[in-house]
């Protein structure tokens, strides 16, 4: 159940998020070149719902297999191999996002006790930059799901993007489409 509303979630804010600042950035684009005006929050707004973007985007990411992936040396090993590869690399990252949220914590109370808001607009710098606790906490989130699905020996890697097995399912299904023709 838990999960099940991660996952939703998730999904939810980058849909979002992807929404409003394509249509932010239009707005402010018809408004500067059709109208020779604009908002002057607009890009700071946009620089911030980018920012959660690509960190949602990037747990996303791990949680679908859509990062690119770098195991070919990791490929080498067998099975056993590459599950204890995998736990290694998955405890590093998780090590990493601690730390990032450790400093993230750090710097948003510092931001919080100062009081400052950001540049353009009302909204507290702590608020905005709130996104370096949520968006690494999803993270060691998926890291976890990867790391516990090799401990329970589910899988034996991170999923990957394999472009170049695609492109030759595309190649053979073109082969296949010409031999109708």
Known sequence: ??????????????????????????????????????????QELTLHMSAWFVLFGASYGLKVGSHIGMDA?????????RRILTAIAAIIGLFYCGLI????????????????????????????????????????????????SVILNQSDGFKHADEAKESMEIAEELKGE???I
């Open 73 to 81: 040396f990791v490929k080498l090993f067998p099975r056993t191999g």
């Open 1 to 42: 159940m838990f999960m099940r509303f991660i996952n939703w979630a998730e999904e939810a804010v980058i849909s979002i998020l992807l929404v409003m600042t394509t249509m932010l950035v239009f707005i402010d684009v018809v408004m500067r070149f059709g109208f020779n005006s604009g908002f002057m929050w607009s």
């Open 101 to 148: 949220l450790y400093g993230s914590w750090i710097y948003l109370k510092k931001m919080k006790m100062i009081g400052i808001e950001l540049e353009d607009l009302p909204i507290p710098t702590w608020l905005a930059h709130g996104m370096l606790l949520v968006g690494f906490t999803f993270l060691t989130i998926r890291l976890f799901q990867i790391l516990l």
């Open 178 to 180: 010409e031999g109708k």
